[in-house]
Every structure is written in structure tokens, then in C-alpha cells.
């Protein structure tokens, strides 16, 4: 059993997942039912969103301090720019860019002067938070209705089960960071370098290039979590997502990847996003405090953690 959970670090989440879910279906009368589980999904889309661009940079051993931030700047750029008379498509194209950008810069700083990822990007995480305090003189802007807001717009499945544009989309973005990671050579290098960087440098893989490519790659993503969030509330509120980038972090440690590089995947993210908002639906309905919310979400992070360094050595 143990070999099992090794081989496959997705098994312990999703067997967790299922647990809390059983738990809470039995504990609570309002959780069982479609519109609560169309409900956990749409509250845990950005979050999981930005999950998935801190899978990418956790795969090579590192970890992006600043994720949240850099998409709350794109909220403001896409919202401002709109505002101000530029066409929404292409403030989206530019809020893309210019969270692409950012993480660019991070990615860079880390492969080619050989910075800590840590101290990187919370540097980055004070640079960030700064201007974009200071782009919106510390105000909220009201998202113009129309394609800023698209993502937020809902259809229905056989007229009850509620899907927003933003689920979609991260869907889609799900699946193409799955198909990229385990079936391209991209996907391959990735893991080599988070696994064993010298041995993937001595098979010829460019260590600092994928790095790069994996922060820039990181940094779409979050631009895409920053479009996301126009679609969920009606303000561009520099103040949002304060804690992102610890729930972020939460979601893909819990999923199953190693803080230490070269295992796991998005698949479980996935699963590790859903366990932190099925974890926080559950204790709400069942009228927890949100302290005690925060101290099993704690535990459950540093359980997680160390079951990889178990496993790891064990391994």
C-alpha cells in the first residue's frame, strides 16, 4: 500500500477528498446536493487557477510568493484600462502580458543570477503589491460589464446544474497543463529539473530555459486567475486575495506535489483545491468558526507535507 501511495501521490488526495466528503454529507443536511457541490466549484476556480501555475514553478523546486498579487495587478490593468477607453479585448490581451511579464522577471532572476525562488519572488510579492497600490491610489474600481465579466456569466446542464465561463476555462487550462507536462518533452524536462537538476543538465537539457519558460508559462495562468476574478465580483479591489498565494500553496501540497521538486502533477491539484474548499464548505454549514477552519487547513498542509518526506525516503 505504501509503494502504491509513492508511485501515485494522487491516491492520498483523492481518498481524503472522498472521506471529508462522506463526513460532511453525513454531518450536515445541506452539503449532499447539486447547487452546494456547483457552488464549491465556482469558489475554489481562481484559487485552483493560480494552484496551477504554482504546480508548474513547485515541479522544479520552487515556489512563486507573488501569484496572487501579480493577478490582483491584473484585475486592476484590465479593469483601469477599460475604464479608460481601451477596447476590453485588448486589455485582456495586455493584463495576459503583463502578468506574463512579471513572472518572466522572477523566472529569470532565479535561473540566470542563481536567486533563491523564495526570496525572488517575495521580493516580488512587496514590488507587486506596491505598485499596484499605488496604480490604484489604494481604490476600487467597478469591472465594466461585458467581456471582463464573461468569465462569470453561467449556463446550465440539463437546466439545473449551474457551470460559470470561468469553470470552463479553467477546465480547459487544466487539461492542456496535463496533456503538456506528461505527453511533451517540455513536460519531461520540467520534472527532470525539479527531480535532479544536475542529471538533467548533464542529458542536455537547458536548466535555465525551462525555468524560465515555466515562470512565464506560470504567469499566463495567473493572468488568466486575474480575468477569473473580474467574473466573481463586480469590484477591481487591490486588497483582493490577500491570502492567494498560502492558498495556492495549500492546494498543490495537499494535491500531492513535492515541495522538494519533481513529483506529483495537476491532476492533483485538482483534487487539493477541491479539498480545501469542500474542507471550508463543510465546516461553514456546520457552523465552525473560521479559526478552527484555518487550524485544520494548517494540519492538513503539514500532514501532507510530511507524508512526502516519507514517502520520499522511503522511496
Known sequence: MRKAFARNPVLGPTAALLLVMIFFSIATDTFLNVDNFSL????????????????????????????AAIAVFGTLLLTRLTIGGTPPFIAVVAGLIACTLIATISGT?????????????????????????????????????????????????????????GMILAAILFVVMWFVLSKTGWGRHVYAVGNEPEAARLTGIHIDKTLISVYAVAGLIYGFAAWMALGRTPTADPNAYQTGNLDSITAVVIGGTSLFGGRGGVVGTVVGALIVAVLRSGLTQMGIDSNYQNLATGVLVIAAVAFDQATRRKG
Do not use: E, W
Not at 536567486?115 to 490604484?136: E, Q, R
Open 109 to 165: 532572476l532565479v535561473a540566470r543570477v542563481k536567486l533563491p525562488p523564495f526570496i525572488v519572488t517575495l521580493g516580488m510579492l512587496a514590488v507587486v503589491t506596491a505598485v499596484t497600490n499605488l496604480y490604484s491610489a489604494g481604490t476600487t474600481y467597478p469591472v465594466p460589464d461585458g467581456l471582463l465579466t464573461f468569465l462569470g456569466s453561467s449556463l446550465y446542464l440539463f437546466g439545473r446544474v449551474q457551470f460559470t465561463m
Open 40 to 67: 464549491i466549484v465556482q469558489q475554489s476556480v481562481v484559487i485552483g487557477t493560480l494552484a496551477l501555475g504554482q504546480t508548474l514553478i513547485i515541479l522544479t523546486a520552487g515556489i512563486d510568493l507573488a501569484n
